[in-house]
């Protein structure tokens, strides 16, 4: 269910958006909207595109057809200060966190402020402390290089280095892929909170039924080349299409039924 005050302000909306590798296509008449406030998962099988649609929304993958705008701008037609102003206002989180390895933790989370702002020093290693403890780290975590990290511990490295610049749109490739259960809940638990505390919107690709059970608002699916369904789990539970059913209703999904 939507949280109160959420708005259908659409900080992302993609329009018949066609996507394609060679010959082979992976979306067609795409259509995605994602409102200020909202935390949407995306899941879908494997060959749906899901990643291919992450990439294309942030830039990193030119659509064969389509539009996609951020923040109400056309991505097609940015001016330079318009893509540099996207950027600070996005974060991501790649399914891998994507640390820099020769970097210690400190500085992995101070890059983004280090790139996009002329702050002290002083003041940029006071920013990165305090996104490091606000995704539960301490202190003794600052001089650690990324291979010295548990999984767990790298995937909340990355996401303070995503959260470095405050961003209002934060993107989640699969960020609990890898961690244990117990892991798992608590970085579900730890992006619930930062959504609610810091007003986020966000957009996470996963495969994991009880992430989307306990922190998502909707629940938009890929299958078939294009989004079939955008609604709630409780919705999608009573869908008569085939993946659906079998995804929410086959015994995973009964499972995370019964732990919701």
């Known amino acids: 269910m939507s949280r109160p005050g959420k708005t259908r302000e659409p900080l992302v909306e993609v329009r018949e958006l066609r996507s394609c590798f060679d ?14 406030g909202e935390v949407l998962g995306v899941v879908g099988g494997s060959g749906t595109g899901k990643t291919v649609l992450l990439n ?15 923040f109400g701008h056309d991505r ?11 950027e600070r206002r996005t974060g991501v989180l790649f399914q891998q966190g994507a640390l820099f390895s020769s970097l210690t933790v400190l500085d992995n989370v101070a890059s983004p ?7 002290p020093k002083a003041m940029i290693r006071e920013l990165a402390e305090m996104k490091i403890a ?11 290089k990324p291979a010295e990290l548990s999984g767990g511990m790298r995937k909340r490295v990355g ?7 405050d961003p209002e749109l934060l993107f989640l490739d699969e960020p609990t892929a890898g961690l244990d259960p117990i892991g798992a809940a608590a970085f579900d638990e730890l992006i619930r909170r930062l959504s609610d505390d810091l007003g986020l919107t966000v957009f996470m690709i996963t495969h994991d039924l009880d992430s ?8 938009a699916v890929l299958a078939d080349k294009h989004v079939v369904a955008k609604a709630t789990v409780q919705e999608l ?17 009964r499972a995370a039924t019964r732990a919701a």
């Open 212 to 219: 989307l059970y306990a922190i998502c608002d909707e629940v």
């Open 134 to 144: 606000m995704v539960g780290l301490g202190p003794e975590s600052h001089y650690l």
């Open 237 to 253: 539970e009573k869908s008569e299409h085939p993946w659906i059913r079998e995804y929410f209703l086959g015994p995973r999904g």
């Open 23 to 36: 010959d082979r296509v992976i979306h067609d008449q795409l259509v995605l909207e994602v409102d200020r």
């Open 56 to 70: 294309t929304i942030l830039g990193l993958k030119e659509p064969e057809g389509g539009t996609i705008r951020l």
């Open 76 to 86: 097609s037609d940015l001016t330079k200060e318009q893509a540099l102003d996207i």
């Open 159 to 165: 996401l303070a280095r995503a959260l470095a610049l």
């Open 113 to 119: 402020l280090v790139e996009h702002t002329d702050l």
